[in-house]
C-alpha cells in the first residue's frame, strides 16, 4: 500500500490544473448503459474510482476504448444485468447502473453496497423511487433485483435530498413511458452535468439544476460526445490548500461559480479570492481568523470539502465549528488531525476546534476527502508527515502528490 511522505511546512504557489469531476463521471459512464451506440466522454478524471466503473460497464458488455482522459464506451448489447459483490463493495457508486439497466435491459441485479467509512449510507430512496416508476423491487441474498417490462412515468418525491439517488430515477426515467418528475430532486452541478449528457443522447430533460426535474420518456437514446464537468471538490481542495499554507495559488480550468459557498467562507477568514472566468486565485497571509462551516446540500457548503475545511480550522486564530450534516459519521480525520496536535473535540455532528501549530506525525487515511484533509495537515505541519493508505486518495484525486510538488510542496509517493 502507498504512501505520502511530506516534509512540511510548505506555502503553495503557483497554479493548478483541475481534472474532470469524478462525481461526474461516475454517472456519465452509467448513462452509456441507456444506448447501443458509442458515447465518447472526454475531461475524465485519471482516478482509480473512475477504473472500478469501468470494470463495471465491461462486466455489463460494454466495449471501452480509453486513453488518457477520454473514453469511447459502446453496449451493442446487454451480456449480464448485473454488478457483482466485488465490485461494488469497492465502490459504492457501483450502484448508479441500477435505473440504466433496469430501463434498458428490463431487469437488474446489484450488490446492495452496505456502510462505508463515512456513514451507513442505504439506497431506500434509489429503490423507493425505481418502484415509483413500476419495478418490482426485492432484496435476496445481498443483492437488490429488480424487474420491470417497460418503466412508467410518475410523480417521485425524495424524503432527503439524494446525489445518486436523483441520478439513478433520471436515468431510469429517460426511456419511461410517460412523464416523470422528480421533487426535492438534488441540486448539485453534477446532476446538471448527467442531464447535459443525457439530452445530447436524445433525452427529454428540464429543470436539471433546480429541485424539480421533468423527464419526458422517449423510446430510446443515441450516441454523443460529452466532456465533463470540471471537479468542484477537487477545485475546492486546492483553494483550501492554498490559504492553509498561506500561498497564492491559481486554481484553473474550473468552475468557480460551483463553489460559492466555499469561496464565501475564504473571503470571511480574511483570504484574498479572485474569481475571473475558468480560475479562482487564492491567497493568504499572516494570521487569519476562525469561522463556523456546516454543510449542506448544493448549494450549501458540501460535504466534501468538510474534512479539508476541518484541516484548515486547525491553522485559524480562535475557536471555530465544523457542523456536518449530511453523514453520521465523517469525522475520521479528526482522530489522526489529533495526532497532529490539533485542539479538537467532538460533540456529534459538530468538531469544536481552537487553532494550534500542528506537528508532522505518522497518520492513516480511513477515506477519500478524509485523506485530503491529511494532505493539507501535513503541508501546514512543522516537520515530518507519513499518511498511509493513499489509495484512498487516489480514488478521486489525479496525480495530486505531482499537483502538489509543482505548486512547491515536498510529497513524495512511497510504494
Ligand atoms: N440517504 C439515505 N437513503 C438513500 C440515499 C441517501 O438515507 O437511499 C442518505 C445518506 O445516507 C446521506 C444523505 O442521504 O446521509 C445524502 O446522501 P446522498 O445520497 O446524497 O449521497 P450519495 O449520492 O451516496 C454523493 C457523492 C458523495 C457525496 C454525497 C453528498 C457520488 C458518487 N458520491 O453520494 O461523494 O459526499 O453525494 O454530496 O456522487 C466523495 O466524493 O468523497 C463522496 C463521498
Known amino acids: 500500500m502507498d504512501k505520502f511522505v511530506i516534509d512540511g511546512p510548505a506555502r503553495l504557489e503557483g497554479e493548478v490544473l483541475v481534472s474532470g469531476a469524478k462525481n461526474a463521471a461516475l454517472p456519465c459512464l452509467a448513462a452509456t448503459l441507456l444506448t447501443a451506440e458509442p458515447v465518447r466522454l472526454t475531461n475524465l478524471p485519471r482516478v482509480a474510482d473512475v477504473r472500478t466503473m469501468q470494470k463495471v460497464l465491461g462486466h455489463v458488455g460494454a466495449r471501452i476504448d480509453a486513453e488518457r482522459e477520454t473514453a469511447t464506451v459502446a453496449v451493442p448489447e446487454i451480456l449480464s444485468a448485473d454488478a457483482p459483490y466485488e465490485l461494488v463493495k469497492t465502490m459504492r457508486a457501483s450502484v448508479l447502473v441500477l435505473g440504466p439497466l433496469l430501463a ?3 431487469s437488474v441485479r446489484v450488490s446492495l453496497p452496505g456502510g462505508c ?3 451507513v449510507r442505504p439506497i431506500d430512496f434509489h429503490l423507493a423511487a425505481l418502484r415509483k416508476l413500476g419495478a418490482e423491487v426485492s432484496l435476496q441474498h445481498g443483492y437488490v433485483e429488480a424487474k420491470a417490462s417497460r418503466l412508467r412515468g410518475a410523480d417521485i418525491v425524495f424524503e432527503t435530498v439524494t446525489v445518486t ?8 426515467a429517460t426511456l419511461a413511458d410517460g412523464t416523470t418528475q422528480l421533487f426535492n430532486a438534488a441540486r448539485e452541478p453534477e446532476i446538471t452535468d448527467l442531464a447535459r449528457l443525457l439530452v445530447s443522447m436524445g433525452a427529454r430533460i428540464e429543470g436539471a439544476g433546480t429541485d424539480r426535474i421533468v423527464v419526458e420518456g422517449v423510446e430510446s ?10 471537479d468542484r471538490i477537487e477545485a475546492g481542495t486546492y483553494a483550501i490548500a492554498a490559504a492553509a499554507t498561506r500561498g497564492d495559488v491559481a486554481v484553473r480550468r474550473c468552475r468557480p461559480e460551483h463553489l460559492r459557498a466555499l469561496t464565501t467562507r475564504l473571503t470571511a477568514i480574511g483570504a484574498d479570492v479572485q474569481l475571473s472566468g475558468d ?4 491567497r493568504a497571509e499572516g494570521a487569519l481568523p476562525a469561522q463556523d462551516v456546516a454543510t449542506a446540500p448544493y448549494p450549501g457548503f458540501p460535504t466534501d470539502l468538510q474534512a479539508q475545511w476541518t484541516a484548515l480550522a486547525t491553522g485559524l486564530d480562535g475557536v471555530s465549528t465544523v457542523t456536518e450534516t449530511i453523514f453520521e459519521n465523517r469525522f475520521h480525520h479528526v482522530a489522526e488531525l489529533v495526532r497532529m496536535g490539533a485542539k479538537i473535540r467532538l460533540e456529534g455532528r459538530w468538531a469544536v476546534v481552537e487553532g494550534y501549530r500542528l506537528t508532522g506525525a505518522n497518520v492513516m487515511a480511513s477515506d477519500l476527502r478524509a485523506s485530503a484533509a491529511l494532505v493539507i495537515a501535513g503541508l501546514t505541519a512543522e516537520g515530518q508527515t507519513t499518511i498511509e493508505r493513499v489509495y484512498h486518495l487516489d480514488r478521486g484525486y489525479s496525480r495530486m502528490e505531482e499537483k502538489l510538488n509543482a505548486l512547491g510542496a515536498a510529497v513524495r509517493r512511497v510504494t
Do not use: F, K, Q
Open 117 to 119: 467509512a463515512i456513514g
Open 104 to 106: 434498458r435491459a428490463g
Open 165 to 172: 439517488g436523483t441520478e439513478n430515477a433520471m436515468l431510469a
Open 221 to 230: 437514446l443515441h450516441g454523443s460526445d460529452h466532456e465533463v464537468v470540471p
Open 279 to 282: 480560475a479562482l486565485r487564492v
